[in-house]
């Protein structure tokens, strides 16, 4: 992805049996951090639960989020659901790079 730019992020959650997880009531969790550096997430938002289908989350990316960093991150989606669960249904790897030219 261009850093500065806005950029939308979906992602369809699933169990281990390929169901889709009814997010209703959940806490969901986007974090990026660098690449080999787990220790801290670089950035954090709260997730969009769309509602449909019901396993949808959207991450909304402001320009000022990626307009300073270039290279290679870490991404994690963290979902609590409504009895206090915590598991991590997803990773990545996102390369942010910068305008060409400037």
Known sequence: ???GTSQKLYFDIYTSASAPVNLA???CIWRMSY???IANAYL???AIISGSPVNRIEVDLEPA???AINGK???QIIV???SGSVF???QGIVTIVGKIGG
């Open 44 to 46: 954090q938002k709260t």
């Open 25 to 27: 009531g959940a806490t």
């Open 65 to 67: 989020d990626t307009a």
């Open 35 to 37: 690449f080999g550096s």
């Open 80 to 82: 609590q659901d409504t």
């Open 1 to 3: 992805m261009i850093g």
């Open 73 to 75: 991150f870490l991404h």
């Open 88 to 90: 991590i249904p997803s």
